[in-house]
């Protein structure tokens, strides 16, 4: 999974909530997950975004500092 490139930050106000991580993430479960499933993949992908850290980014195209954004992201709720 790609989140792009780091850019200028938006606004605390400007960037989203979990809840709409959420909604993102449910509107955009790809089509071979089975609908019986659909809840678990939604479950497991937000648990992974929870646990994501350093160790964790190998291979998929984040960077250190989408990481921090993430997890300051993460923070304030």
């Known amino acids: 999974m790609h989140v792009g490139t780091a850019g200028p930050r938006a606004p605390r ?6 809840d709409k991580v959420a909604e993102w993430i449910t509107a955009h ?9 659909r809840e678990k993949f939604i479950s497991d992908v937000l ?7 350093a160790s964790r980014i190998g291979g998929l195209g984040i960077t250190r500092e989408e990481l921090e954004a993430w997890q300051e992201l993460r923070h304030q709720r």
């Open 13 to 18: 106000s400007a960037r989203p909530s979990m």
């Open 29 to 37: 479960v790809p089509d071979n997950v089975e609908p019986q499933h």
């Open 47 to 53: 648990a992974e975004l929870e646990n994501l850290d």
